[in-house]
């Protein structure tokens, strides 16, 4: 294992609300960015504080199934633009070369590729492109069930910066067989799509630590397969508990894993990282406490 990797960010979400920012669903971390943006600051400090090297824009929120529709296509781009503008000018201020990820969300609800419009997807995707684009170094089009979606947001960005795509995977208590995206697509399979549309990494996130380790073996194998070279390769879990799908996904806040704090995640991580994964950080409950203890490892590694 090398200690020559990039380290992420962890989730905005509960970082807010620990913070004391206005915070409630179906907004989520987007009420901090509408209401209160120096909250949204603050969060980005900790993790540059923690030792991340990209900070990723607080746009996870800024979609119509979480602000409301009227307000999406009001304030849509010029929300996302804050959020750029925010997380660039916490990166700029470390003067530690801090890159920004764009990031790019589900647009129809986290965990439900059914529900993905192919229509009306496209105009959604171009207003937050529109707004962060002036800000960010990469994009990070994260937390996708399907190749559907994630290749179409793919598209949508072009070439002109690297693109990171990220994947959620089926995660259910008791499942068993080879890895697979929430849409039932093999790893294998979604990978080497992802790659053949011009990725530049792929990742998996917003899953339990216990569902990465077969993932990223798939994606290394993928990759290899490929031939394509600097190909990254990564992982950012959660520190939910097992969720069964809803139709209410956002009727509360979900309850967090008591057996995830910075040590044991720690571990995780240096597993995905046994594994081949070059990409780590921390989604949805994961925090700068967490992200600051792979810093230390990292920091100690010979």
Same mark, same amino acid.
């Given at each position: ?40 600051? #603050? ?77 009306? #997807? ?181």
């Amino acid at each position: 294992m090398s200690a020559a990797f990039t380290l992420l960010d962890g989730g905005m979400g509960r970082l807010l609300q620990q913070l004391g920012a206005p915070f409630r669903l179906p907004e989520w971390s987007a009420l901090s960015l509408i209401e209160a943006p120096d909250y949204v600051r #603050a969060a980005h400090r900790s993790y540059a504080d923690a030792g991340a090297d990209i900070l990723t824009t607080n746009s996870y929120g800024l979609v119509p199934h979480m602000i409301g529709e009227a307000r999406f296509w009001r304030e849509g781009r010029a929300l996302a633009d804050r959020a750029g503008a925010i997380a660039r000018e916490v990166a700029d201020e470390t003067g530690r070369g801090l890159r920004v990820a764009g990031s790019l969300p589900p647009l129809f609800e986290s965990y439900r590729p059914e529900l993905y419009d192919a229509v009306a #997807a496209g105009p959604r995707v171009r207003e937050l492109i529109a707004g962060l684009s002036p800000h960010v170094d990469l994009w990070l089009i994260e937390t996708q069930s399907s190749t559907r979606e994630a290749l179409a947001a793919l598209a949508a960005v072009g070439r002109g910066k690297p693109v990171f795509v990220s994947y959620t995977l089926r995660d259910e208590d008791g499942r068993r067989g080879p890895p697979e995206l929430r849409s039932g697509e093999p790893v294998g399979e979604a990978v080497a799509a992802t790659l053949t549309a011009g990725a530049d990494g792929v990742l998996f996130n917003c899953s339990q630590p216990e569902a990465m380790d077969e993932a990223v073996a798939a994606a290394r194998a993928a990759i290899d397969r490929s031939g394509r070279q600097g190909v990254r390769l990564g992982v950012y879990a959660n520190a939910f508990l097992p969720e069964p799908p809803s139709d209410e996904p956002y009727a509360g806040i979900s309850t967090l894993r008591e057996d995830l704090g910075p040590e044991p995640y720690l571990r995780w991580v240096r597993r995905w990282m046994d594994a081949g994964a070059d990409v780590v950080g921390g989604c949805c409950g994961i925090g700068p406490e967490h992200i600051a203890a792979i810093a230390r490892f990292r920091n100690e590694a010979p």
